[in-house]
């Protein structure tokens, strides 16, 4: 009797052990900041950029020329700037006034109509035109990317052709025995001929459509008449209100172009990271320490300012999440698990947001091999090709600059990035 007390003694403490191990796992957010990766590379020493307007819209320029900017660029004179961008503006035009109607039918109980009532409104469609001329140059990632992909699908039809004519005992081509041409393509491919310069010499880059459509309408009236008399006591003011819309979406969408193909736009992003909710835990305390440590440091990150020192202040936090992980790596308990799976998830985070993508693809092959978030693996194996790449194209270490002007070393609130992760 005493044995079965002490082994039920046992238990109910050994149960109390376990449930202490119980893991809660939380999202926990972090704001990181850094710069956009443009389109197109361009060397450091020939980031200049000049603006015009040509035009105007109903009358006014508005203020564009002080409110377009290219971020990591200088502004210059237009003889001197490496790229020139003009916005070419034209007078809005203004649609033919179009009167439609409804008709709304009352029923009874068997479906049957009672009453028609007609509602009557005019409107018009008046139409915005305006075009963005960017002279300079093009060197564009999403054509190396294409590009890539098409030597890739020329290189594997050529691997085919030749695996058909052995099978067939037919001789290859002479290039394909030479060993010096076996991963050579020798398909030429022919270069677009640029057709337009402009007065300095800077050849056609983009040439952007701007135009917009904006449309009024009356509200509805029981008569034509009434219709008409709202739509031609507004018609002109509305007009007036059209332009003035349609220079501010000019502004906004130059500046979103200008930076999408060229600029490093600073952005801003609330990542998601995982911190551990469960209270009794061993490693409750020091590992969302460990988070808040990561939220202060990364707090400091900067879209013109170097990382080195973030880097350096993560090491311990780094450290602290690569010893969870490597005590848990073999572990088959369930809890176990869900912290590992956290910790890894935390150290791909940590080193996507630091620009070091060949340890992120490291963690990631460690979260498929551990059969547990599997997709998470796989997620950050993708976006950190995806970044490594766009880095290595733009000749560049890590999404953030060195200002080399004045405007560029203010620090900015930046553009909240919605994208994942």
Known sequence: MKRFVLLSICAFFLSLGVQAQKVDI??????????????????PSERSYSLFVDGAINGSRGNLRNQIRIFGWTPENDDVSDLNATIVLKNMTAGRALPSN?????????????????????????????????????????YYKDARKDAQKQREKEEKEKEKARKKGERVKAEEENPFLKSVNTQVQEVEEVTRVNKTGRTLAYD???????????????????????????????????GSTFLRNIESRVNNHLNELYGFKPMRKSARFKKLDSKDHPEYKNYNNAMQAVKVIFGKMRYNQAIDDITQDLQP?????????????????????????????????????????????????????????????????????????QLYFLNMKNRHIVPTNEADKKDEVGEDDLSIP
């Open 317 to 389: 936090v780094i450290a602290y999440f690569d010893g969870i992980a490597t005590k848990l790596a073999r572990s088959q308990d369930k809890n176990d698990k869900k912290l590992r799976a956290a910790t890894y998830y935390n150290l791909a985070q940590i080193y996507y947001y630091l620009d070091q993508h060949d340890k992120v693809i490291e963690i990631g092959e460690k979260i498929i091999d551990s059969k547990h978030d599997e997709g998470d693996g796989k997620d950050f194996i993708k976006n950190a090709n995806k970044i490594m790449d």
């Open 102 to 142: 409804r008709t709304e039918e009352k029923k009874d109980k068997d479906g049957k109509v009672i009453s028609r009532t007609t509602y009557y409104k005019y409107g018009v469609t008046n139409t915005g035109n305006a075009r963005l001329v960017i002279y300079g140059p093009k060197n564009s990632y999403d």
């Open 208 to 242: 952007i459509d701007l135009g917009e459509s904006f449309i009024y309408n009356t509200g509805e009236y029981a008569t034509p008449t009434a219709a008409e008399k709202e739509f031609y006591l507004n018609a002109e003011s509305k007009f007036s209100e059209h």
């Open 26 to 43: 939380d999202n926990f957010n972090v704001e990181v900041k850094y710069a956009n990766l443009p389109d197109n590379y361009t060397h």
